[in-house]
Nanobody, 121 residues
Framework: QVQLVESGGGLVQPGGSLRLSCAAS????????MNWFRQAPGKERELVAT???????NYADSVKGRFTISRDNAKNTMYLQMNSLKPEDTAVYYC???????????????WGKGTLLTVSS
């Protein structure tokens, strides 16, 4: 059993910064891909950022240059540093990880329950 828990959401003014965290726990052997998604009201969930086990990163065009994804493999934790926030960044942010457990020989995607970010003055 693997659980992902996001934290760090809240209310921030336009132009402000915030850091989200996503911590995985359970019978974890290794984690490959880690992703941040977001879903704004009335919109579909979209991929925001990806980081591989080797540390390679990729970003949606809408956040490139403003958001930074990172990971701490020793803590099974992923982060999303968000700078120069805009009202259109308002959404529920979800983390997803491809986890290989100690009992299985294959990876599965696990999701967090989401954390709300509101960017407003």
């Amino acid at each position: 059993q693997v659980q992902l828990v996001e934290s760090g959401g809240g209310l921030v003014q336009p132009g402000g910064s915030l850091r989200l965290s996503c911590a995985a726990s359970g019978s974890i052997f290794s984690i490959s891909f880690m992703n941040w998604f977001r879903q704004a009201p009335g919109k579909e969930r979209e991929l925001v950022a990806t980081i591989t086990s080797g540390g390679s990163t990729n970003y949606a065009d809408s956040v490139k240059g403003r958001f930074t994804i990172s990971r701490d493999n020793a803590k099974n934790t992923m982060y999303l540093q968000m700078n120069s926030l805009k009202p259109e960044d308002t959404a529920v942010y979800y983390c997803r990880m491809m986890v290989y457990t100690t009992s299985s020989g294959y990876g599965m995607n696990y999701w967090g329950k989401g954390t709300l970010l509101t960017v407003s003055s």
